[in-house]
T-cell receptor, first 113, second 113 residues
Framework: AQSVSQHNHHVILSEAASLELGCNYS??????LFWYVQYPGQHLQLLLK??????LVKGIKGFEAEFIKSKFSFNLRKPSVQWSDTAEYFC???????????FGAGTRLTVKP | NAGVTQTPKFRILKIGQSMTLQCTQD?????MYWYRQDPGMGLKLIYY???????DKGEVPNGYNVSRSTTEDFPLRLELAAPSQTSVYFC????????????FGPGTRLTVT
């Protein structure tokens, strides 16, 4: 069964620092890839997604992610974080041929003002 | 439109009680999903449905049941509540086709004591 690994449980940064959150998945076939964000007390919202085409994907709020097929990775990046980016971030993978979406355990990001 | 709505927002159950978590979407999405979210574990898929009358098990279906009699509604039933079912439950939906992300509801926080 496919699985998703997020390398960091909790990341603490100061404002203006750069961010990279790791995500690796185990499935070898064609996949759709997602990053979702959950702000405190809220439901999950889509940050960005990759289905095909340019492996560098740009999302909302200045986030981007790069799909590296050879490494089974889809890392999330932001050049300069803000206090309002404090949230939990989830990587998710959907096998192209079925409906079983798998989520990583999440990375909690705390940005200090 | 309201998107994905869930009721109730909070519920406390005693062990052995039963209840139904309601989920409704007004986007005419064929695909609907139920997840549970536990701290440090990410989201686990309980059940999903690809259309009215069709449901299938996800990663953690034991102790739960679902039905899908209409496109709009996808209720989740707990028959004999157990402390292990204490969690936050999220419902999600998406359109048919491969290139779509899931839209999430606000969640139901359930405590079983």
């Amino acid at each position: 069964a496919q699985s998703v690994s997020q390398h960091n449980h909790h990341v603490i940064l100061s404002e203006a620092a750069s961010l990279e959150l790791g995500c690796n998945y185990s499935y070898g076939g064609t996949v759709n890839l997602f990053w979702y964000v959950q702000y405190p007390g809220q439901h999950l919202q889509l940050l960005l997604k990759y289905f095909s085409g340019d492996p560098l994907v740009k999302g909302i709020k200045g986030f981007e992610a790069e799909f590296i097929k050879s490494k089974f990775s889809f890392n999330l990046r932001k050049p300069s974080v803000q206090w309002s980016d404090t949230a939990e971030y989830f990587c998710a993978v959907n096998n192209y041929n079925n409906n079983d979406m798998r989520f990583g355990a999440g990375t909690r990001l705390t940005v200090k003002p | 439109n309201a998107g994905v709505t869930q009721t109730p927002k909070f519920r406390i159950l005693k062990i052995g009680q039963s209840m139904t978590l309601q989920c409704t979407q007004d986007m005419n999405h064929n695909y609907m999903y139920w997840y549970r979210q536990d701290p440090g574990m990410g989201l686990k898929l309980i059940y999903y449905s690809v259309g009215a009358g069709i449901t299938d098990k996800g990663e953690v279906p034991n102790g739960y049941n679902v039905s899908r009699s209409t496109t709009e509604d996808f209720p989740l039933r707990l028959e004999l509540a157990a402390p292990s079912q204490t969690s936050v439950y999220f419902c999600a939906s998406r359109p048919s086709g491969e290139a779509y992300e899931q839209y999430f509801g606000p969640g139901t926080r359930l405590t079983v004591t």
